[in-house]
């Protein structure tokens, strides 16, 4: 038997802890994009050093020594092991494609493919994601961080029905 | 006890990675319980059917913006020292924009796609070399859009310095505003399951 999901206010206040002892243990918050972003830069490294590390954007990773020895790769390589305990512990661990009625597996991966890429520039432009913008900007009250978040949620809802045979 | 730890004592860096792990795994934990790994239930917002992505950002906002209040507050963290992200209005603005629709769309946000992959889902982990493509992207035409996302440079600015408004009036209406959302919610969830 699936175990039920947990109260959505429990879990957003346990995560709000947790954030809040990152802010009181490290002195900064929680974040993916930065960490994804790192990893992409090393992988692209292996087979194009050169434009790798003359790129405007990502050599200055490489000026910093080895990109993959950050606290957010760490953290992420957490989040993962974190994810795969939770969902094996709750039942939930199943191979599967996540898609809605109306859509076969293999639209459902361009959409995710598209939609991946999509959020992937947006991250960098913004400087962070839902994690490290939305929530650990949007904690100590950062402004930029506020207009992100406003920013999310308007772009999600002018979409939402257009592309709503992706869901529904 | 002055904190941040990190800073005023001086931890090594391996007890700082090792931090990073166990906070990660917690993390991770705690999304995949709130049942963040599921893109169907987390682009339901947008479809006014399931308001978790909404319960869960606001309450996580509002716990630890209020911690980072009392903890400043009273001197026990130096707010001075705590990184967070500079505003440069423009580009995050629009770059939220971009997110939000590239979510509905793809069914994830970055951390949720981590979640996702790790309950088995193909399509979080296509969505995963989506945002690493979307990265490369941006690395690459990154010299032609410099200047916007140079733009709207405003350093560190909190909403209470922009507003110029107290910071207990700012937290009293963020708490209203996110008790009123949340009952908003329930209200939508009740209505559409009948």
Redesign the interface.
């Known amino acids: 038997m699936k175990k039920n ?2 109260s ?2 429990i ?20 974040g ?2 930065s960490a ?2 790192k ?3 090393y ?2 490294h292996m087979p194009f050093p050169e434009w790798v590390e003359k ?4 050599g200055t990773y490489f000026k910093e020594g080895q990109p993959l020895n950050d ?2 790769v ?14 094996i512990t ?1 039942r ?9 009625p109306n859509i076969n597996t293999a639209g ?2 361009i ?50 029905y257009f ?2 045979r ?3 | 006890m002055k ?5 005023y004592y001086g931890f090594s860096d391996i007890l ?2 090792i ?22 239930k987390l ?5 006014l059917e399931d ?2 992505v909404l ?11 209020v ?2 209040w009392i ?1 400043s507050k009273t001197g ?2 130096d ?1 001075g ?9 423009w ?34 982990a ?15 035409v ?2 032609w ?2 200047g ?2 140079l733009s ?1 440079d ?1 350093g ?5 310095r ?1 507003l110029g408004i107290p ?1 207990e009036v ?1 937290i009293a209406g ?1 708490l209203i505003m996110a008790f009123l959302s ?1 009952l908003l919610a329930e209200r939508i969830e009740r209505h559409k399951r009948q």
């Open positions: 999901y947990w959505p206010y879990v957003g206040v346990l995560l709000g802890l947790t954030l809040l002892s990152t802010f009181y243990l490290m002195g900064w918050g929680l993916v994009s994804v972003s990893f992409t830069a992988v692209l790129n405007q954007y990502f606290w957010w760490f953290e992420v390589s957490g989040m993962f092991v974190g994810g795969l305990i939770g969902s709750a939930r661990f199943n191979i599967k494609v996540e898609r809605g459902r991966f959409a995710a493919l598209i939609g991946g890429a999509l959020v992937g520039f947006a991250t960098r432009l913004a400087r962070g994601c839902t994690s490290g913008v939305g929530l650990s900007g949007g904690a100590p009250m950062v402004l930029g961080a506020w207009a992100f978040i406003i920013g999310m949620f308007a772009g999600g809802y002018a979409i939402a592309i709503r992706l869901w529904r | 904190a941040p730890l990190y800073y700082g990675l931090l990073a792990l166990l906070i990660g795994f917690i993390f991770g934990f705690l999304l995949e319980r709130g049942g963040l790994g599921n893109p169907r682009t339901a917002i947008f479809y308001f978790t319960k869960v950002m606001f309450s996580a906002i509002v716990t630890s913006g911690g980072l903890l026990a963290l707010m020292i705590v990184l967070v992200v500079p505003t440069y209005l580009p995050q603005l629009i770059g939220g924009f971009i997110l939000g629709i590239g979510f509905v769309i793809g069914g994830y946000c970055p951390g949720t796609s981590v979640i996702g992959i790790t309950s088995g889902r193909g399509d979080a296509v969505f995963f070399i989506g945002l690493m493509s979307g990265m490369g992207l941006f690395a690459w990154f010299p859009i410099k916007f996302y709207g405003m560190d600015i909190t909403l209470q922009w910071t700012l963020i949340f």
